[in-house]
């Protein structure tokens, strides 16, 4: 028969013991999922309901009682409700007195209200040991086995030992419980669920005002200048020409914004001389987000791929294709093969395989699962290393794409370069600034820097026999 348990954790606890009775307050579809859960590994459960007659859709081999019975039977009692009825606690607090409270409320939205949940549950219950935990764990991802979603349980409170019975709890169960200090703490950890992709708002925010710059310059050299200087529509240009434009341009910036950060963190500890002292706060948030940047990047690349393969499809391709061969037959002639252009198209399109390739192994190796099985040195060789040979790669592959047209005069529109000139600016910098950090005069000096060597240090060296030179 299969272990109910199966899917979670190896147990801290020998399943031959008998575990402790646990009380859920609520039976809603949180307090249901948790409760079958804390069945299926041993645990008792006593449901405290204010209907308990009523409480039908519960686990079988649970006991329901009203809230007063249910609280005398458990130690640890799981406030599976929202903050709103917590009013009927305070008539329990005989009871309540020196048991310990596990709130898993949220709330609708970020700071509702002055305090948390729990420091509110703390004041009402002051007798009680109240532990936060819970709150970012889905009634969903308790009845999927834990498999599917985030194992992670943020756990806080005053007492240590309430606080450790709860990580017990969790640990059991199958979810990795993380310290977070005292109840002070609450609110941080309430607010994790409401929290709507927050690494991820700066690449959206930054690939979206890219995406909309390029789609205007775009537009204005190849749609609107046309039509002004020679009455030529090209406006069907706009479903694939432009986009196939704007995702490389975009993925290449976003790319070389991914290692500008470490660029100028490096360029701070040179002018500093210590690594000691704090980046400003909008490079330091800037460095958290290079995961998101990256894979970003990585999505417009596919794009970019992707419209790549149906060119040779478009009707404009075709009827183009098909006016030269018929020109040519009807003036009896032909274009005679050129090395240099195939050179220049062959390596076109080996560096931008290469590219995309190593592109895609970042992007693999950036996913939870594949980080966590090799060490810092081998993750710090893939995403430093291996991701500047890909800016390399990358970059190449769009200044063959330009060849002999790069700042042609011929090529400008209104004084205007093409969008992928703009689109080198960035990567071009970044691998500059880097060739320069890797000169052995400045790159030994960066070294020592990150070892902890400080150009001024702030305390004196203490001489030979052990006394300060002060």
Partial sequence: MENPCADALPLTINSSEKQETICIFGTGDFGRSLGLKLLQCGYPV????????????????????????????????????????????????????????????????????????????????????????????????????????????????????????????????????????????????????????PMWRFPFYLSAVLCVFFFFYCVTTEVVYYYVHKKEDNTFRLAISIPNRIFPITALTLLALVYLPGVFAAILQLYHGTKYRRFPGWLDHWML???????????????????????????????????????????????????????????????????FFLFVLLGITSFPSVSNSVNWREFRFVQSKL????????????????????????????YLPSAYVLALIIPCMVLVIKLLLIVPCIGRTLTQIRQGWERNPRYPKSAPNGKSDI
Avoid at 78 to 107: C, T
Avoid at 310 to 336: A, C, E, F, G, L
Avoid at 389 to 414: E, I, M, Q
Wanted: aromatic share 10%; hydrophobic share 40%; net charge positive.
């Fill in 289 to 355: 987000c290079r995961k998101q940047l990256g894979l970003v990047a990585l999505g417009f690349a596919f794009l970019h791929v992707i419209y790549t393969l149906v060119i040779p499809i478009r009707y404009y391709v075709r009827w183009k294709s098909r006016n030269r061969t018929i020109t040519q037959v009807m003036d009896k002639k032909d274009n005679p093969f050129s090395t240099s252009s195939a050179w220049l198209s062959d390596s076109y399109m080996s560096l931008g395989i290469l590219g």
């Fill in 46 to 197: 006593v449901f405290g309901s204010r209907n308990p007659e009523m409480s039908s859709l519960l686990p079988r081999s649970a006991e329901v009682w009203n809230h007063s019975e249910a609280a005398q039977k458990s130690d640890t009692i799981i406030l599976a409700i929202h903050r709103e009825h917590y009013d009927f606690l305070i008539e329990l607090s005989e009871i309540l007195n020196g048991k310990i409270l596990v709130d898993v409320s949220n709330n609708l939205k970020i700071n509702q209200y002055p305090e948390s949940n729990a420091e509110y549950l703390a004041h009402l219950v002051p007798g009680a040991h109240v532990v936060k935990a819970f709150n970012t764990v889905s009634a969903w991802a308790l009845q999927s086995g834990t498999l599917d979603a985030s194992r992670q349980v943020f756990v806080c409170g005053n007492d240590s030992k309430a606080k450790q019975r709860v990580m017990d709890i969790a640990h059991t169960i199958g979810l990795t419980p993380l310290d977070q200090g005292s109840l002070v703490a609450a609110s941080k950890i309430e607010n994790y669920p409401l929290q709507l992709f």
């Fill in 387 to 414: 991701g500047f040979v890909t800016l390399t790669l990358c970059t190449a592959h769009t200044l063959v794409y330009g060849g002999k047209r790069f700042l042609d005069p011929a090529n400008l529109r209104w």
